[in-house]
């Protein structure tokens, strides 16, 4: 609108005239996308063309009966969280219920369609998400595994001398293993301070709100510590069962 009436110039200030009354312009709402599918039933508009006066302005100012009747017709709500949308209709249901004196002369209308759509994109992005860090986590754990094999071959003699001085297989088991986890580890504590970065910098120049909880902090280390693991088993079976004789000759 603001575009409309007042090309290249700052609208703050000016007037504009709706219907005989002039209102004074004191702000410019960001630019909404443009949606124009239908969904179900339910058409979304454009954003965009909406003016917002006070509600106290418009029942003294716009009460003719071809603009306004004794009564609000509508009231639209936007909810900033959809997942607490049936817990916000319940609300504005007993807000309602109270100054209508329980009359049942009302109906609140909920975008069940647009929910359905939300979640089901929800769903595929949460898949999506899945399947990047399941590879993400395949490709690591195959590269620390490599790495702990080329580990074991260099160091064959060391490990065959500590076999003569009376290590057992398990003890170099325990270490190669640990070696494994700690790798892993490190590379948890990279991705999850890379993270936090990059969930304040999308809450920092977008719409977006990001949640860091404890939880799934805990859940990326352990998960570091089960690849390490498992794919710093085989390297260290290898390693342990290395004869001793054998791997001090080794060159």
């Not at 590269?143 to 001085?165: D, F, K, P, S």
């Not at 859940?219 to 693991?229: K, L, N, T």
């Not at 342990?240 to 060159?251: T, Y």
């Given at each position: 609108?603001?575009?409309?009436?007042?090309?290249?110039?700052?609208?703050?200030?000016?007037?504009?005239?709706?219907?005989?009354?002039?209102?004074?312009?004191?702000?410019?709402?960001?630019?909404?996308?443009?949606?124009?599918?239908?969904?179900?039933?339910?058409?979304?508009?454009?954003?965009?063309?909406?003016?917002?006066?006070?509600?106290?302005?418009?029942?003294?100012?716009?009460?003719?009966?071809?603009?306004?009747?004794?009564?609000?017709?509508?009231?639209?709500?936007?909810?900033?969280?959809?997942?607490?949308?049936?817990?916000?209709?319940?609300?504005?249901?007993?807000?309602?219920?109270?100054?209508?004196?329980?009359?049942?002369?009302?109906?609140?209308?909920?975008?069940?369609?647009?929910?359905?759509?939300?979640?089901?994109?929800?769903?595929?992005?949460?898949?999506?998400?899945?399947?990047?860090?399941?590879i993400s986590?395949?490709?690591?754990?195959?590269?620390?595994?490599?790495?702990?094999?080329?580990?074991?071959?260099?160091?064959?003699?060391?490990?065959?001398?500590?076999?003569?001085?009376?290590?057992?297989?398990?003890?170099?088991?325990?270490?190669?293993?640990?070696?494994?986890?700690?790798?892993?580890?490190?590379?948890?504590?990279?991705?999850?301070?890379?993270?936090?970065?990059l969930s304040?910098?999308?809450?920092?120049?977008?719409?977006?709100?990001?949640?860091?909880?404890?939880?799934?902090?805990?859940?990326?280390?352990?998960?570091?510590?089960?690849?390490?693991?498992?794919?710093?088993?085989?390297?260290?079976?290898n390693a342990?069962?290395?004869?001793?004789?054998?791997?001090?000759?080794?060159?």
């Open positions: 609108v603001a575009s409309t009436f007042f090309k290249g110039e700052d609208p703050i200030g000016k007037l504009v005239k709706i219907d005989d009354q002039w209102l004074e312009v004191i702000g410019v709402l960001e630019s909404k996308s443009l949606f124009t599918e239908t969904v179900g039933e339910l058409a979304a508009r454009d954003l965009n063309t909406d003016v917002y006066v006070p509600l106290s302005l418009f029942l003294n100012r716009f009460t003719r009966e071809n603009i306004l009747s004794s009564e609000i017709q509508q009231i639209t709500v936007q909810i900033s969280n959809s997942d607490r949308l049936i817990e916000a209709s319940a609300l504005i249901d007993e807000i309602l219920k109270r100054h209508h004196f329980n009359n049942d002369d009302y109906s609140i209308v909920i975008p069940y369609e647009l929910l359905k759509q939300e979640e089901k994109e929800r769903r595929i992005y949460n898949f999506l998400l899945g399947a990047i860090a399941a986590l395949l490709v690591g754990g195959i590269g620390i595994m490599n790495i702990m094999l080329a580990t074991v071959m260099e160091r064959t003699r060391e490990i065959g001398i500590r076999r003569a001085v009376g290590a057992r297989k398990i003890d170099i088991m325990g270490q190669f293993v640990t070696e494994s986890v700690a790798i892993s580890i490190t590379g948890g504590i990279i991705g999850v301070f890379v993270g936090v970065i304040l910098i999308v809450s920092l120049f977008t719409d977006i709100t990001t949640h860091i909880r404890p939880y799934s902090v805990f859940i990326a280390f352990s998960f570091s510590v089960i690849v390490g693991v498992s794919f710093g088993y085989l390297p260290a079976k342990a069962n290395l004869k001793p004789v054998d791997s001090i000759r080794h060159e």
